[in-house]
Nanobody, 124 residues
């Protein structure tokens, strides 16, 4: 079993920045594709970004140019740097792991483990 723990959420004004972190347990972090999803109240969970085992990154169109996903395999941690935040970015952000290492980025059913989420609120 893999435990994922998100941190770094909070309240920020429109145009501000936050950096989310997701710390993973286990020995095989470097073999996982890692992703961020988000879910606002009453809405479906949506894909945000993925980084696969080769370091290739994928982003939802809504965050391209503003968000950056990265990973530090030595620390078993994946990050999401969020800049130029907008009120519509407000959501609970979830970290997810795909143990196959490569998966279609936006298909949440392909992810094996999920964190409990961290709240991001962008004030207007």
């Amino acid at each position: 079993q893999v435990q994922l723990v998100e941190s770094g959420g909070g309240l920020v004004q429109t145009g501000g920045s936050l950096r989310l972190s997701c710390a993973a347990s286990g020995r095989d972090f470097s073999s996982y594709a890692m992703a961020w999803f988000r879910q606002a109240p009453g809405k479906e969970r949506q894909f945000v970004a993925q980084i696969n085992v080769g370091g290739n990154t994928y982003y939802a169109d809504s965050v391209k140019g503003r968000f950056t996903i990265s990973r530090d395999n030595a620390k078993n941690t994946v990050y999401l740097q969020m800049n130029s935040l907008r009120p519509e970015d407000s959501a609970v952000y979830y970290c997810a792991a795909d143990i196959t290492g490569i998966t279609p980025p936006a298909l949440q059913t392909n992810y094996d483990y999920w964190g409990q989420g961290t709240q991001v609120t962008v004030s207007s």
